[in-house]
């Protein structure tokens, strides 16, 4: 063998020890929208669809008003459509007016440009999504570091049940939630089935509206409301209708309550080994910019507005108390003499 030739050989067999080269893909789009901390200028428009989108435009929703408290400011994500601001300013103060309901903490709404997000949901993408916890606001102001840390509470009977607390799921709860649900803005209203039935078999007042609240996973530490795309917005993908000649009380939740939905998804049979290696990826398996609509490109290079709203500063969020020195013990009464 020519020197040349066992030289190649080894080389190659180096090369086939190491591992290949990581290919030059683009950084996944919820990290390029997670890292705006504000929005862009302009007029509102949410571009694409609730699960894969983004906002030019949004509004920020002040952290306090009369009747609200914004929650995980944190996370940044009390960005939306003006329209979806307005909604929940008008359902606070109509459900603090005539529903007993004295404030909505305010969950996510949307990052200041939409688009995906690091950590929770698949929607919010478009600033026409707004999580409302299911605990009233306090009759104090939280602080900063308080909205981080206070958990939602859960209105189910026990962990793992299908079924309300009434303890914990008043009459006020159902009231606050037909309210939402009568604005002509909102599409849809995301509950946990067990929320649906309670209101199915209490609500006596105008049930033409029942038929928007969808039951689904989650969501009984949190109601969400979907308005539908707005006036304004040509880009932004409609969701299909909602059938409301049927409130969904019957057949859809006898399902939602049945076992189905919630057996355990059967275990993946391994697929074969294929006999050649996979071909190599072209695509990152994570979602990219050029996944969402075009116009979302623009959406992430506009500039912000100039001067910046106050209420779309973010507030600096106070670090935890440091943690306590470890305990010495307490000193033994009476002393020993001595
Ligand atoms: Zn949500």
């Not at 939740?253 to 939905?261: I, R, T, V, Y």
């Not at 106070?318 to 009464?333: C, D, N, S």
Request: net charge neutral; glycine share 8%.
């Amino acid at each position: 063998m020519h020197w040349f030739k066992a030289f190649a050989a080894v080389a190659a067999l180096v090369a086939s020890a190491l591992p290949a080269p990581a290919q030059d893909f683009p950084p996944p789009a919820k990290v390029l929208f997670a890292s705006e901390a504000e929005p862009s200028a302009g007029p509102p428009q949410s571009v694409g669809f609730y699960t894969k989108g983004c906002i030019a435009g949004a509004e920020a929703l002040p952290i306090d008003g009369p009747n609200w408290q914004a929650m995980r400011l944190s996370r940044n994500r009390r960005f939306g459509h003006p329209d979806t601001i307005a909604l929940i300013k008008r359902l606070s103060s109509e459900a603090a007016q005539y529903d007993g309901w004295p404030g909505l903490l305010v969950g996510d709404i949307s990052q200041p440009r939409g688009g995906p997000m690091l950590s929770g949901h698949a929607s919010h993408q478009v600033g026409l999504d707004a999580d409302i916890w299911l605990n009233p606001m306090p009759d104090r102001r939280l602080t900063l570091r308080e909205r981080e840390d206070i958990s939602a509470v859960s209105v189910l009977k026990n962990d793992g049940t299908l079924f309300v607390d009434p303890e914990k799921f008043t009459p006020a709860h159902e009231r606050l939630i037909m309210r939402a649900a009568s604005y002509p803005e909102v599409q849809r209203i995301f509950v946990h089935p067990g929320i649906k039935k309670a209101i199915c078999e209490d609500w006596t007042g105008d049930r033409s509206n029942l038929a928007k609240l969808r039951p689904y996973y989650g969501h009984h530490y949190h109601f969400h409301i979907r308005l539908f795309c707005r006036d304004g917005s040509p880009g932004c993908t409609a969701q299909n209708a909602v059938n409301m000649k049927d409130d969904g009380c019957g057949d859809h939740l006898a399902w939602w309550l049945s076992d189905e939905p919630w057996a355990p998804a059967k275990p993946v049979t391994p697929p074969k080994k294929p006999e050649k290696p996979a071909p190599k990826p072209t695509r990152p398996a994570y979602t990219i910019l050029s996944d969402l609509p075009a116009a979302c490109t623009g959406v992430l290079e506009a500039p912000s507005p100039s001067p910046l709203p106050t209420a779309a500063v973010t507030p600096k969020i106070p670090l935890p108390p440091l943690a306590p020195w470890p305990e010495i013990g307490p000193v033994p009464q009476p002393r020993p003499a001595g």
